[in-house]
């Protein structure tokens, strides 16, 4: 069984649909299935699960080409997935591709909210915010607490990049996801969104506490390592470029041992 194909595509399929990507993806990359655009396929779902846009990219063409001959569910699945690959490195065009063979009204709940957040984040980034801003907010009415959860980050996020909402109401925004959404990368890009707020305002007790939240949730993504590096990078500044002189003396002390780690 290990040296056939067909099964080795099956047992990696398997595992990347019961959540298991990262071993899906090291099964998937067997040399007997290099060649394979149904393992390309997989490789695409098994890759965004992991945030590996790049390697998603590169599978999402190949796997394009035996799409149509899975059930529509799995269709769209691929479809919204190698979208998603394709906005996370900035080729909008491919995204609209993909997102152009779906049929938005045969998509199940879940899968329309997901298809809604990527055309908006589309539309956004292609200089249209108020139709981005359109697309969100149906999203974060809907039941879908996942999708609501990414959609309020997102258009929390372009209402205070245009400046249609202050800093402090971002900060508040932000906040409320995180309570109310953990456990994944919404949560994490929450905080990181939040803390980069927070240190804009000098709120930067509460910015350290917001990095050290997104550590204890999961200290090995790269969301919580780039959080890591900018608050450590602000950290330095307040201490070695004398930013802290504009704080106060105890606070300031205390602040250092606090966070100094």
Known sequence: AASD???????????VLAGRAKTGMRTLSADLLADSPDAA?????????LNDWQTAREN???????AGTYPLTLQAAFGLAAARAAIELNDLGAASAFLAEL???ALENKQGAAFEILQARIADASGRPDDARVLYDR???STNRAAAAEATLRRTSLLVRDGKISNAEAIDAYHSITIGWRGDEIELMSLRAMANLMVAENRHRE???AMKAAVIADTDAETTRLL????????AALYLENKADKLDPVKALSLYYDFRE
Request: glycine letters at 6%; proline letters at 5%.
């Open 60 to 66: 999402s063409m190949r796997g394009a080409a035996v």
């Open 139 to 141: 999203v974060v009415a």
């Open 207 to 209: 910015a350290f506490v």
């Open 5 to 15: 194909p067909n099964f080795k595509l099956f047992e990696g399929a398997a595992e």
């Open 41 to 49: 396929l997989w490789r695409t779902l098994g890759a965004v699960d």
């Open 228 to 235: 890591q590096d900018e608050m450590q990078r602000e950290f």
């Open 103 to 105: 049929d938005p009204s």
